[in-house]
C-alpha cells in the first residue's frame, strides 16, 4: 500500500500541475468559440443556402441544440465508465472536428447543397436527400464532440490540480476555476462577435473555416501536451449504481419492510445514519439485509443487483427528489432557446449605433445577454450582497429557491417584451410597404432588442446560477458530475420542447385557408402572438414552480439558515 501511495505520489510530482493549464484551457476554449460561433447566423444559412422554411430550419437548429446538450450525459457515463477523461476529450476533439470539416465542405463543394437562386423571384429547388444527410451529420458529429469535451475538461483540469500535499492547494484550485470561467466567458463573447462578423462580411466559405482552424488548434494543443497530463484510472460510474438501485428495489418488492431498526447494508468506512430516511420508502428495499450471507466479510454486498448501500439508495432519492424543481425550469429555457427569430428581426431594422457607419451584425444581439450575466455576477457578489449585509448588520444570503423563482419571473417580462416589440415592428412594416419584402430594413432601431436580451440574461443569471447552486447543494458530492450537466439536460429538453411547440403553434395557427404565424417572410407572419404564446406559457409555469417549491419543503440553505437564527 505504502509502495502504491509513493508511486502516485512521484506520478504526481512529474505529470500535471499548472504547465497543463494552458493546454486543457485552450482546448475548452476553442471549442466554444468554434461551436458557439456556428449557432447564431445558423438559421440564415439553412434559409439562403438550403432554402428551408424558418419552421424547418428552426426545428433543426431546435433539435441540434437539444442533441448538443443530451451528448454530455453520455459523454459523462463513457468517461466514468469505460474511457476515463482523457480520452473523452481526445475523442470528443476529433469528432468536433470532424463535424465542422463537413459543415466547412458544404460551403466548398456545390454538389453539397441546392443551387443558388432568388426565393422571392423563382421556385428554388429543395434539397436532395443526400445533400440534407450530409449536414445533419456534421451537425451530429459537432454535438458527439461536445458530449465529449464539455463534461469533462474542468474535471479533467482539477484533476491536474489537486493536490492534498501542497498548503496552497484550495487557492490553486480557486484560480483555476476563475480562469476556466473566465476563458469560457471571453470564448462565447468573441464567438457572438468576431466569428457572426466574419460570417456577415466574409461569407460562409471563411465564417465556417475560421471555426474549424480553431478546432485544429484545439486538437493540436491538447494532444501536445498529453506527456504532462495526470490520467486518473476509471471508477464505477454512479449511472451504473442508479440502475443497481431499481432493480434491487424491485427484485425485493415483496420483501417486508418491518422494524425501523431492521438492518440496512452500509459501506464498510461510511459515517451516515444507520437507516435510510422514510422519503420514497419503496427504494429502501434495495438496501435491506435479508441474510447475513448477502454481505461478504470485507463488508461489500456479495449480489449488488440484488443488496445496495444505503449511500446508494439515498443518492437515487435526492435526484428524483430535485426532479420537479427542475422541470420548472424548462420554460425559462425554451424562451432562452428562441435564438433564430430574433436574428431575423435584427436583419430588418437599423443596427446601426448612433449616427455612426458601424453595423452591429444580427446574429451578436445574444452578446448583450452574456454581457447582462457578467456584469449582474460581479454586481450581485461585489457591490449588491456586500452593502445589504452592511446596511443589515448581518450576514445576507438570498436563496436559491428565491433566486429561482425571479429569474422565471423576468423570463416571463422579457417574453411579453419580445412580444409587443415585433408587434410595433411588423406594424411598421406593414405602413411602410414592405410586407412582402422580408429583406426591407424598417424605420425602426434594432436597439429595441436589447431590453428583451437584457432581461434573458438577468433572467439566465439569476436562475441558472441558482439552480445549479441548488443542485450542487442538495446532491450528494459523489454527485457533483449528475450536479452539473442537469442544467444542460434541461437545454437539451427545452429544445425538444421548443420544437414541439413551435410546430403545434404553426399547425393550428393556419386553420382553414390562412397561412399561419410562422412564415419564412417574417413580415407576414405573426411571431408577435407566438411570443404571446410563450408569456402566457410562462406565466402559468409561475405557479407551477412554486406548487414545487412548496412540496421540495426546506432546501439545505434556507435550513443552514435557520440554524444559525436559532443560535443567535
Known sequence: MREEMNQQTQTRKIKGGLITMPFIIANEAFEKVASYGLVPNMILYLM?????????????????????????????????????????????SLFSLLGMLLLWLTTMIPQLKPPHCNQLTEACKPSTHSQFGFLIFAFMFISIG??????????????????????????????F??????????????????????????????GFGVPMILMLLSVILFFVASSLYIKTKVKKSIFTSFVQVLVAAYMNRKVVAGPPNRWHHLRKDSATTTVPTRRL????????????????????????????????????????????????????????????????????MDRHLGSSAFQIPPGSFPFFTIG???????????????????????????????????GLVISTLAMIISAMV??????????????NDPEAVVNMSAMWLIP?????????????????????????KGMSSIAGSLFLVGMGVANLLASVILSAVEKLSRGSGNEGWIMSNINE?????YYWVLAIMSFVNLFYFVACSWAYGPCVDEKETCEGSDEE
Not at 283 to 307: E, H, M, Y
Not at 452 to 476: K, R
Not at 525 to 529: A, E, T, V
Open 48 to 92: 439562403n443556402d438550403y432554402k428551408f422554411g424558418i419552421a424547418k430550419g428552426t426545428n433543426i437548429i431546435f433539435l441540434w441544440s437539444a442533441a448538443t446538450n443530451f451528448a454530455p450525459i453520455l459523454g459523462a457515463f463513457l468517461s466514468d465508465s469505460y474511457w476515463g477523461r482523457f480520452l473523452t476529450i481526445g475523442f470528443g
Open 146 to 175: 461536445a458530449g465529449g469535451v464539455r463534461p469533462c475538461s474542468l474535471a479533467f483540469g482539477a484533476e491536474q490540480i489537486d493536490n492534498k500535499s501542497n498548503p496552497n492547494n484550495e487557492r490553486a484550485l480557486e484560480s
Open 177 to 206: 476555476f476563475g480562469w476556466y470561467y473566465a476563458a469560457s466567458a471571453m470564448a462565447v463573447l468573441v464567438a457572438f462577435t468576431v466569428i457572426v462578423y466574419i460570417q456577415d462580411h466574409a461569407g460562409w466559405k471563411v
Open 281 to 348: 420508502r419503496f427504494l429502501n428495499k434495495a438496501c435491506i439485509i435479508q441474510n447475513p450471507k448477502d454481505v461478504t466479510p470485507d463488508g461489500f454486498a456479495s449480489n449488488p443487483w440484488r443488496l445496495c448501500t444505503i449511500e446508494q439508495v439515498e443518492e437515487l432519492k435526492s435526484l428524483i427528489r430535485v426532479l420537479p424543481l427542475w422541470s420548472s425550469g424548462l420554460m425559462m429555457s425554451i424562451n432562452v432557446s428562441q435564438s433564430s427569430f430574433p436574428v431575423l428581426q435584427a436583419k430588418t
Open 372 to 406: 447582462t450575466i457578467a456584469i449582474w455576477v460581479i454586481l450581485y457578489d461585489r457591490v449588491i450582497i456586500p452593502c445589504l449585509s452592511k446596511i443589515l448588520q448581518k450576514q445576507v444570503h438570498l436563496g436559491v429557491k428565491f433566486r429561482m423563482g425571479i
Open 422 to 435: 415585433e408587434h410595433i415592428r411588423r406594424k411598421k412594416a406593414i405602413e411602410e410597404g414592405a410586407v
Open 452 to 476: 428583451q436580451y437584457c432581461l434573458h440574461g438577468l433572467a439566465e443569471a439569476l436562475s441558472v446560477i441558482g439552480q445549479n447552486e441548488f443542485y450542487y447543494s442538495e446532491l450528494t
Open 525 to 529: 407572419g405573426r411571431y408577435d402572438c
